[in-house]
């Protein structure tokens, strides 16, 4: 009789140990196989929001003659081409005032942005290589996921490529 039981124990543990290694299974291969399509979905919000945000900054904004209080939607162009006055208007936003955070809400983006032409910039007779994260330059940028938008705009009367980079932390 002894064996019996002992042998009935023994088999409800083996059960119970298949059980939890099933579904110990089932749990890594239902991770492992949505892990690859949620950076695809992390890569694909990355370039829809980098491409929102250089149609935003490439437009003319709202209201057309906007500032750091009433502005609606961020643009620096007019007529085309990068319009000095909206671009130092920007730069003051982010540097002066410190509102990197409010531009990102302003452009609607969770991720961080920075942007720069093939020529640096000239702003209050100072130049800058770029615009956007604060500490941030084209050549310092620590990112988990990066995308980079290219346009092509006029800054001071010559055809030049425009750079956004779109990444998270």
Avoid at 30 to 52: M, R, V
Avoid at 149 to 169: G, H
Wanted: glycine fraction near 6%; aromatic fraction near 14%; charged fraction near 20%.
């Amino acid at each position: 009789m002894r064996t019996e039981k002992r042998a009935q124990i023994w088999g409800l543990d083996i059960l119970a140990g298949m059980v939890l290694f099933l579904i110990g299974l089932m749990i890594f291969f239902t991770y492992s196989l949505n892990q690859p399509g949620e950076a695809q979905d992390n890569f694909e919000f990355l370039f829809y929001d980098g491409k929102i945000i250089a149609d935003n900054l490439m437009s003319p904004g709202y209201p057309l003659d906007w500032n750091s209080s009433n502005v609606i939607t961020l643009g620096i162009s007019s007529d085309d081409k990068i319009n000095e006055t909206k671009l130092e208007r920007l730069y003051e936003m982010i540097y002066v005032e410190n509102n990197y955070t409010l531009t990102k809400n302003i452009l609607n983006t969770q991720y961080e942005y920075y942007f720069f032409l093939d020529q640096n910039m000239t702003i209050n007779s100072i130049e800058v290589e770029g615009i956007g994260k604060p500490g941030t330059t084209k050549d310092n940028v620590v990112a988990k996921n990066l995308i980079k938008v290219t346009r092509f705009t006029i800054y001071q009367n010559k055809m030049t490529p425009f750079y956004i980079y779109i990444w998270e932390e």
